[in-house]
């Protein structure tokens, strides 16, 4: 079961914030590390996609086919060990120090992939980020911010509460890289709208994530909802870069109709730990 902390002076229920406590899983998402000096080329968003959706049982050392689109057969293929992030303090200042100073994905010198590969190689630990999974059991999720990366990205922790999930919605042209903290979520991903017309938007598939598992979402592979399916709090690690949604919101929609309406995500649940004046919006 999971036991809900609640901290002295917030009565209401709306403003209740709690500390989450769920069991462990082991399940870990492939890596794709480069030994150092070979010149990794750039991956297409269909090939990183196919990749997250992998599975592998050795952490530390795994066989990477990169792949260059969907028709051309792989050009490379490396074995590497790649050492392990022990804190989350060392990933989000490996995420930094890959994105650098000036830096978003959507930058020359920036590898998404080996942005995936940071998160996968550090192992989930409730101590290491509680302090940012603050809740409010009065909506579907909170969003938490930890890190804007230099107002380049921005990093955010997101607590599901049971049986609830977001909005079918876009990213804003950004890249999405999300990392199961604890729990399990599924992703649906559909179709974007075609036409005018109000129709039932189009489902393309269901996944479904563990903990410790990693997955990317650009607009060009569709739009998505996030759920939490279970009965139990899930939470999820998501750097978004550029920060585009953050700042000029992201489009929802419609499951019934495809219509569309534009959301604000300029607001927090909280940031670095303290919850925010301003009620967050989300989607």
Known sequence: MWLPFFRSGLTAVVSIRTRLTISQFSVICPGTPVSPGVVRPKVPISALRKRAMRSTSSPSQITTELTISRTT???MSTMATTSRLDTFDELVEEIKRQLGLTSGIDSDDVDVEQLMDAMRRYRSEI?????????????????????????????LVLVW?????????????????????????????YKWPEGHSP????????????????????????????SNETQKPAISLHLYTPPWAAKNGCLAFDERTGKQIKVNLSNLYSDSGVICSRRADHV
């Open 73 to 75: 057969t792989p050009i």
């Open 161 to 189: 509460n049971p049986g609830k999930g977001s909005l079918i919605h876009d990213h804003a042209e950004a890249h999405c890289i999300m990392k199961i903290l604890q729990g399990e979520l599924v992703e649906s991903i």
């Open 199 to 226: 129709r039932r938007m189009e489902i393309d598939r269901r996944v479904v994530y563990h903990e410790n598992e990693v997955t990317y979402m650009h607009d060009k592979l569709g739009l998505h909802r996030i």
């Open 127 to 155: 101590s290491h980020w509680e302090k940012y999974a603050l809740a409010d059991l009065s909506r579907n999720y909170t969003r938490n911010g930890v890190d804007d990366m230099n107002d380049k990205a921005n990093l």
